[in-house]
């Protein structure tokens, strides 16, 4: 079982990532980013390893970073200040999460997001140009156990993202993160709405197995 940020501010944390249960603690409130991938308060995040009464609300621990924190410093960011914005952890080959940090010599500096797939996969960084016509940022992958998971973060004008007759993803007190998991291959996309208006379809035709950045 992951450890899931809910869309309201919410933490619930399992007992093992192998069993059911759990706690639920408030998480302090957030501001999502606006139309330009920029965030009212910074960077967004938690630090690698960060507690809240006691739970690892970051869903990361720091040496689970490395291969991030150098991708960021060879783009130039600040590697040393990565942070988690998303995380969940399908099983045992490590977790699936969006990371962010900032671009370094740049005034103001710019918030750049990271991908973190499972196992060695190299982690991608997309800065505020490269997601200018994104609405969200995924990393998800087909878990032939346990299921489909996805860690991932809207942009500031979603208002609410829906797969098949569930919803997703709801515009509230936080980054604009989310994530899901569902027993079964998803067949429906996921539908991305700024107010009324679709203004994305994300496609989820993975093989069992395959993981992969969506944007």
Known sequence: ???????????VFPRSPHHGGGTTIRLPDRRPSNAAWV???GVPGWTP???IKGFPVSGVQPVE?????LAA????????????????????????AILATRALYETPPSTCLGALLTGDAPVEW?????LAHSHVLIAAKWFPKSGFDFAGVARGDVTRIVQGDRSIYVRGKTWGEFQATSATRPHAPLRVYAGRRLVETVALDFAPGEQRVLR
Do not use: F, I, K
């Open 65 to 69: 970073l490395q291969a991030a924190e």
């Open 49 to 51: 390893g960060e507690m």
């Open 126 to 130: 997309l800065c505020p140009s490269e």
């Open 39 to 41: 965030w009212p308060d």
């Open 1 to 11: 079982m992951a450890t899931c940020l809910s869309v309201v501010g919410y933490a």
């Open 73 to 96: 410093a060879h783009r130039v960011l600040d590697a040393e200040g990565v942070r988690v914005v998303s995380s969940l952890r399908g099983d045992d080959s490590g977790p699936l």
